[in-house]
């Protein structure tokens, strides 16, 4: 092992004034360690390839990506507004449209779960139902990060957050995550995925496989936030990963309203594994009857499983 | 070309010269007409635009926002509870310094709901960065229509402007309107070309977060170009005016001011009934003249000024207030006059809020009490006894 570190240094040593992967979200930006957001937008943009004009909500990925005079973005970004990056998305693909340049790029709206489920369901509603040629990407970090871990819609059932803490006669947030992949499903467009940044290609398949069809394709990201968790950062991945393990992220496909595809859960793990990790479940760990609240978390993972024929 | 039109067609048939690329807009009433006459123009193969119907005003403004930085010409139309739905998306616009242009049906501001005219709407987002400009009737509503993207494609300028047109009174009245040939308004306003918008040829990050170090020069920069456009607006109805022979835009408008020592003061479609009080007042040997305030913003100080400095007496006639300080076109007025020698009278009074109706006899009354005292926010055909104060 110790060999092995060695040989690793001496490479990038020699190499340093190059960059390990062309990427089109540049290094250099100001998100903390171990954020699952970056890394996913890293692997939607480098899916994506060159091609790409993209729209951005206001929050965590544009505050550490776009401040003056520098930028991440090696695309056409546009970052205006909280609510509205499917609109503004919309009025890119009309324009490239009426200017006769719809061949030049694709189209990527992107939203992190407040923008996306709570404030922004509106226009995204609106850009879904008019059929518009974009792909949305929502970044699930279950809460808004950007402003110190409020909650959001995406928060999930008994997560402590700054605007829905545990305390003396709370286990946090009362109602599970909002149902969004189906929500944008009903609106009978041709795609919608959830992925996680704990299967990377997995992820990039989607996205790849996203922007080769016609029409609006909504592709939900779960991105563990170290910071808003509270969890190790050098562990974002391996919390990723436990949550798909354990049911409570189902990752599946649906095309034209129908579930095409599921990633097996292999072998199930017991919710525990995933809360004990987090300091946001903390509490259900140490305060009297918790027990009994990490059984309904329990039934929502094995209602998932159930659902989305995860084994 | 002069055809009988409703003011609703005669701006849809101007914004239809422009050959915007992309529309968006919700319907709201009394803006509907508008939106209806384009989007048939559209079915009809009439007009190349993509039309985007939308969830929202605040949808239909992100969308133009989105498609004017992609390089398109963009279009919408709006008013009253609509407008503020936009609120925070015109104020984005304009910071991003995109030269969309919408229409305001002005309506008055909800609650009591009420769906006739006033200008609290467009007033309240004075500060937003938009150029304003005002008409008097369906032919210059429909002239500053192409007079506004001209204005605002200009690369010194590049930024939003609104054109006011108050609702029903203009957009469902019926006018004689001239309208303008399309081979002449391609030549008035050739196609928008942009030097910078979002293209994978030359990408660039719009919308960037400024921190302390850099918030005030953005600032900075946006007022300057607003304060420029103040030069532009001339230009471009000079330059209209020669084309089309109709001086139809401009900052304001002086109407038999010589020798003048009270002037009236006023935007929109009350100026006409202050026109006709005002030949009516000359004839009886009064000598009253008329401003008309086009550009509310850049507010026209210096030809305000220039317009009203001989004069005793000035009276405004205005349709929306600033709750808690009073008239609003009264009291930027005072402020042109703030370190003069001379400083006239200044009188104020509001009229047809939410649509009440301002006879030509309402103004004359009002003028003969601001002869005999400085009145301020005085509401006109105020119905006391609805109120419970003394009739």
Wanted: charged share 25%; aromatic share 8%.
């Amino acid at each position: 092992m110790e060999k092995e570190e060695s040989t690793m240094d001496k490479k990038v040593a020699t190499k340093k004034k190059e960059p390990i992967v062309e990427s089109q979200v540049a290094p250099g930006h100001r998100a903390c360690a171990g954020c699952g957001e970056l890394l996913a937008a890293r692997l939607v943009m480098d899916a994506a390839g060159k091609n790409v004009i993209a729209t951005c909500a206001t929050g965590c990925l544009e505050v550490v990506s776009s401040a003056y005079p520098q930028s991440a973005w090696k695309m056409p970004w546009i970052h205006s507004l909280f609510e509205n990056p499917a609109a503004v998305a919309s009025g890119i693909e009309a324009a490239l449209r009426a200017l006769g340049r719809e061949k030049e790029a694709f189209v990527i709206a992107q939203g992190g779960d407040g923008s996306t489920a709570d404030i922004g369901i509106g226009c995204l509603s609106g850009m879904l139902e008019r059929g518009h040629n974009i792909l949305y990407v929502c970044y699930d970090n279950e809460a808004y990060m950007n402003t110190g871990v409020q909650r959001s819609g995406l928060t999930p059932f008994e997560a402590s957050t700054s605007t829905a803490p545990s305390g003396e006669i709370s286990w946090g947030k009362t109602t599970d995550k909002k149902p969004m992949p189906e929500i944008v499903a009903a609106h009978g467009i041709p795609y919608v995925a959830t992925a996680s940044v704990g299967y990377y290609a997995d992820l990039q398949k989607k996205v790849k496989k996203a922007l080769s069809i016609q029409g609006p394709k909504y592709i939900q990201i779960h991105c563990p936030c170290p910071l808003g968790w509270i969890h190790d950062p050098a562990l974002t991945i391996k919390v990723a990963q436990i949550a798909v393990q354990t049911g409570l992220i189902p990752i599946f496909e649906m095309e034209n309203g129908k579930i095409t595809s599921v990633r097996k859960i292999i072998k199930k793990r017991p919710v525990e594994d995933y809360l004990k990790l987090q300091g946001r479940f903390r509490h259900l760990l140490k305060k009297t009857g918790g027990e009994d609240e990490i059984k309904r978390i329990q039934t929502i993972a094995d209602h998932n499983i159930e659902k989305y024929h995860l084994m | 070309m002069k055809k009988v039109l409703e003011g609703s067609r005669a701006v849809a048939e101007a914004v239809k010269v422009c050959r915007p690329n992309v529309i968006s807009a919700y319907p709201i009433t009394p803006q509907t007409h508008i939106v209806e006459n384009l989007s048939q123009m559209v079915a009809d193969g009439d007009l190349k635009s993509e039309f985007i119907n939308v969830e929202s005003e605040f949808a239909a403004a992100s969308v133009i926002l989105g498609a004017s930085v992609t390089g398109a010409r963009t279009y919408s139309t709006t008013t009253s509870q609509g407008l503020l739905l936009m609120l925070e998306v015109l104020f984005n616009i304009a910071g991003l310094r995109l030269p969309v242009s919408i229409t305001c049906a002005n309506r008055s501001v909800s609650a009591p709901i009420n769906i006739w005219n006033d200008h609290q709407d467009a007033m309240t987002i004075r500060d937003s960065g938009w150029i304003q400009l005002y008409a008097e009737d369906c032919q210059e509503a429909a002239d500053m229509q192409i007079q506004a993207y001209k204005i605002g494609e200009n690369p010194e300028i590049s930024l939003p402007v609104m054109v006011n047109m108050d609702g029903f009174i203009l957009t469902h009245a019926f006018e004689p309107v001239e309208l303008i040939d399309p081979q002449m308004a391609d030549k008035f306003l050739p196609t928008y070309k942009p030097n910078r918008y979002l293209t994978t040829k030359d990408p660039m990050t719009f919308g960037i977060l400024a921190e302390p170090a850099y918030y005030m020069e953005t600032r900075y920069r946006l007022v300057q170009a607003v304060d420029a456009a103040k030069l532009v607006i001339e230009e471009v109805a000079n330059e209209f005016n020669q084309m089309f022979g109709r001086y139809s835009g401009g900052l304001v408008d002086k109407y038999r001011l010589e020798g003048a020592k009270t002037a009236l003061v006023g935007m929109g479609s009350v100026v006409g009934t202050m026109r006709e009080v005002v030949d009516e007042l000359r004839d009886k040997g009064q000598n009253v003249g008329l401003l008309k305030v086009r550009a509310f913003r850049p507010f026209p100080k210096e030809a305000i000024f220039d317009a009203l400095k001989d004069v005793d007496t000035i009276i405004v006639f205005e349709k929306a207030l600033s709750l808690g300080w009073g008239g609003i076109l009264l009291n930027e007025i005072k402020t042109v006059f703030y370190g003069k020698r001379k400083l006239p009278r200044l009188c104020g009074f509001l009229v047809g809020l939410g649509g009440r109706d301002i006879p030509n006899q309402s103004i004359i009354d009002a003028v003969k009490k601001a002869e005999s005292e400085t009145v301020e926010d005085q509401f006109v055909d105020l119905r006391t006894g609805l109120i419970g104060i003394g009739e």
